[in-house]
């Protein structure tokens, strides 16, 4: 058995151990916002309900392992005290796992995975309409774990006003486990989903995805692709160039002079493989 000090191994590989041994894990989707208003979300796998009454729910942005930066999710609770965390379920895990990219502060992650911002009734933040849950909440405190990279920080939030989309209930009125379809964090990129088992996505890329806000209009309305979809479209550097529009084009020419709607379904179905890039070069083409 390989048994290690955790002050013996550098941080970044203890990090790895405890994600893929702890798992699956809860998804945090929250939204925040900071003094002047601006909205961020963000998801965060360190997360848990903690009671009943009070409604407590605690999540932790913890601080970067390379960098030791903090997370502006943190910033902006420690300025508002305020945070909506909306669950994820396995419709919108792609768009997630591209709001997870280190975009820029002031930058709209809403925006970027395109997804619907939606007015609480009791706390400032938005929530995510797409999320089948979501938790208006205080923040009671915040716990501080270290000053150093990965060093947790808990944000401690008692929940004064809960959303519950009603297609997720059951005749009972509890929530059906199978209807919800919610997922969770596991280790390197995999994902569990609750009622299915594991799956991966690729993570988010180290530079900057162009976003679902960069997205052509007439794909991004389209009738056929899904907001996964779009998440995964979003979530490349950039587009293929003419050229490689062309190529694929003379290889491809099943592809050349159909609609618009089959354009959009041949590229689902390069998705549904992760060949993003041959998907992209079927939506361009002319």
């Known amino acids: 058995m390989l048994s290690i000090d955790p002050k013996n191994i550098p941080t970044q590989k203890l990090h790895g151990y405890l994600l893929g041994a702890v798992a699956p894990r809860p998804i945090a989707f929250a939204s925040t916002i900071d003094e002047n208003g601006v909205p961020n ?51 919108i895990v792609q768009q997630m796992s591209l709001s997870s990219t280190m975009y820029p502060k002031g930058v709209n992650e809403f925006e970027k995975a395109g997804l619907t911002m939606l007015p609480s009734d009791e706390v400032k933040p938005f ?12 923040v009671k405190d915040i716990i ?20 519950i989309n009603e297609d997720v209930l ?22 569990s989903r609750a009622r299915d088992g594991f799956f991966e996505i690729p993570k988010p890329l180290s530079t900057l995805g162009i976003g679902v806000d960069q997205i052509p209009f007439e794909i991004k309305n389209s009738k056929v692709l899904t907001g996964n979809n779009l998440g995964m479209l979003g979530n ?37 493989n992760n060949d993003v890039e041959s998907a992209w070069k079927v939506l361009l083409l002319k």
């Open 41 to 91: 979300l963000s998801p965060f796998s360190f997360f848990n309900v903690f009671g009943a009454n009070p409604p407590i729910m605690i999540f932790s942005p913890a601080r970067s392992v390379r960098a030791n930066t903090t997370k502006h999710t943190l910033d902006n609770a420690e300025a508002t005290k305020e945070v909506v965390v909306n669950v994820v379920n396995y419709d």
């Open 144 to 163: 501080y774990t270290g000053s150093e990279g990965g060093a947790g920080n808990l944000i401690v939030c008692e929940v004064v006003k809960l959303h």
């Open 170 to 191: 059951a005749e009972d009125g509890s929530i059906d486990q199978y209807k919800i379809d919610l997922v969770a964090r596991a280790g390197g990129s995999y994902y």
């Open 127 to 138: 929530r995510v309409a797409e999320s089948p849950v979501q938790f208006e909440c205080k």
């Open 236 to 272: 490349v550097e950039q587009l293929p160039t003419e050229d490689d529009v062309n190529n694929f084009a003379k290889e491809h020419g099943q592809f050349v002079g159909v609609s618009e709607e089959k354009k959009h379904t041949f590229a689902q179905e390069y998705l549904e």
